[in-house]
């Protein structure tokens, strides 16, 4: 049976987590901020029903909330191909 303490040093020895986000974590958290807050409102209008048989203006909450994460996945696509398609190489 092989011993795995010899591995631990080499496992262990990455730079120390200080908790924290780095900066490319933070912009990437930003940029996708509008589809997290889209898809929170999509959840808040949803579990708003989850007891009850949803009403007309419910309906209408839970479809703009849907066209809005749409909306956002789209515009992050969109984004997302456009920083690809300009900073590839030539």
Known sequence: MKSIAALQATVTAAAPFDGEPSDAELDEIETESPLILAEVALLDAQ????????????????????????????????????????????
């Open 47 to 90: 579990i708003m029903t989850i007891d009850r048989t949803p009403t007309e203006l419910d309906q209408q909450r839970i479809r703009r909330a849907r066209r809005r994460v749409l909306a956002a996945r789209r515009d992050l696509a969109n984004r997302a191909a456009t920083v690809t398609a300009s900073g590839g190489a030539a």
